[in-house]
């Protein structure tokens, strides 16, 4: 098992020495007067797919929304490539290449998937062409003229991703993208995950779907009450799964 030391910062940080990307220390966070995340610490290096596993209301999405500046009070230390960004705004933290997907896609219903797709804009170099969006999701380009929220959920889920990999970020924050979805539909993104990673991107994942995560996750990270309590590689599932029973009830 990855000795991951998520209580001990100072550990995590030694750990980290292999060249994180993204550097999360003691990072805690309140919606309002409730506090929701309570000392999370992990690391993402460059080209890992890593996976937050948990049950509803664990702080997952909390953690991603605090990684992008979306969560209004933050304390403790979130780096990526060097950059501190517990006290930048989301723009800005955009215009360092991170994307989030949220779970609710945020399609707008009065523009059609062209529109939608060249909404964001361009942040970065190297960022997807539309023929490149549409040689990963083949259905965007047949539904061109749709109206976003006319696709299905799986479409939609398409234009979501396709939409952030325009923009020329390469750490893709992407929350709970197989929600709902039928299974044909969860194993294509899935390969798109795969390509991404495979293209050099960099991706940290929300899942509830642990079936799905282990297709596409290097590591996993578990939180639960706003920490993260363990956390592991993929080759050592197996030896994990009656802890992962325990954890998420799978």
Sequence with gaps: MVDTNVADPKASA???QAG???EVRNLEAWYGE???LHGINFDVRPGEVVTLLGRNGAG???TLKSIMGMIGKRTGSIRYENNELIRMSSDKIARLGVAFCPEERGIFSSLDVRENLMLPPTIRSGGLSLDQIFDLFPN?????SSQGTKLSGGEQQMLAIGRILRTGARFLMLDEPTEGLAPVIIQQIGHTISRLKSEGF????VEQNFRFASTVADRFY???HGKIIDGFANSELQANMDKLHTYLGV
């Design 34 to 36: 409730s506090h929701i």
């Design 20 to 22: 994180a990307i993204l």
């Design 222 to 224: 578990i939180v639960e």
């Design 60 to 62: 997952k999405t909390s």
């Design 202 to 205: 960099t991706i940290l994942l």
């Design 140 to 144: 965007l380009k047949e539904r061109l």
């Design 14 to 16: 030694a750990k980290s």
